[in-house]
């Protein structure tokens, strides 16, 4: 940040003390509306700081909802055989940006990051879900033994807290069976590899699923949720996809 940035940081909190603070550096934070059709954005961070994430708008996939040509469908999923995917949506591009605050919170257990975390869920949701029917969510699980290392899901954490933003009920019905490594530290092949046959369904007690046929799936990146939708698709009629 620079000198002026700082100083100008400093009046505006001494002249709205009840201003929030960015969740990254502390500063106030002034929601604009810009680009979200009028609709108060509320990710708590100071403009500087959301200036370093790459918020994905309208030019993207109509499918997989990566940046791509408007209303068309892009290359990988023009190519699939087996579709999947119905509908996925992204908040922001995993820019450096992306991968220190998604470090910061998954592997660091920086917990106050979740709010800015589902901050930027809530702005896709508003923008992409906003009037879709949808029945219930529900996110990516992790193995038993990595979550006693981690002490929590961090999709789980995001599902719950978008859940209750939204009004839409969050059911557990996955399971993660097989740790894996660091989906991080592999190259997009290595992951989809990694992770196939690694989820079971294993919905909650009493959710009967007749009862949701229009399902969101929550994560933090887009590439594992391929084999996760086979999964769930196996089982139920509808998967949407909505991703940090
Ligand atoms: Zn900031
Ligand atoms: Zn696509």
């Keep these: 940040m620079s000198g002026w940035q700082g100083v100008i940081n400093g009046i505006l ?7 929030p603070l960015c969740s990254l550096c502390a500063h106030p934070v002034r929601y604009v509306t810009q680009g979200m059709g ?3 954005d509320t990710v708590p961070l100071c403009t500087v700081c959301k200036e370093q994430f790459a918020f994905i708008l309208d030019n993207i996939c109509q499918l997989c909802g990566r940046p791509w040509v408007a209303n068309t469908v892009c290359g ?5 055989t087996e579709q999947h995917i119905h509908y996925s949506r992204s908040a922001v591009r ?4 992306m ?3 998604l470090a910061q919170y998954k592997y660091r257990g920086d917990r106050k990051l ?3 975390m589902v901050s930027l869920l809530l702005r896709a949701w508003r923008l992409h879900y906003a009037g879709m029917k949808v029945d219930c969510l529900t996110y990516i699980p992790l193995h038993e033994a990595r979550l006693l290392e981690r002490t929590f899901n961090q999709a789980q954490e995001m599902a719950c807290l978008l859940a ?3 009004g839409v009920p969050l059911h557990g019905l996955l399971e993660k069976k097989k740790a894996t490594e660091k989906q991080s530290q592999r190259d997009r092949t290595g992951r989809l590899n990694a992770l196939r046959n690694v989820f079971h369904f294993s919905p909650e007690e009493g959710i009967v699923l007749s009862n949701c046929p229009v399902i969101v799936l929550i994560d933090d990146v887009y590439t594992t949720t391929d084999s996760v939708s086979k999964t769930i698709l196996r089982n139920t009629a509808v998967l ?3 991703i940090a």
């Design 114 to 116: 979740a709010e800015v």
């Design 13 to 19: 909190n001494l002249l709205y003390p009840s201003s």
């Design 94 to 97: 995993y820019n450096e940006a």
């Design 164 to 166: 209750h933003e939204v």
């Design 99 to 101: 991968k220190g605050l």
């Design 240 to 242: 949407r996809h909505l």
């Design 38 to 40: 009028g609709m108060e």
């Design 76 to 80: 990988d999923c023009a190519r699939r």
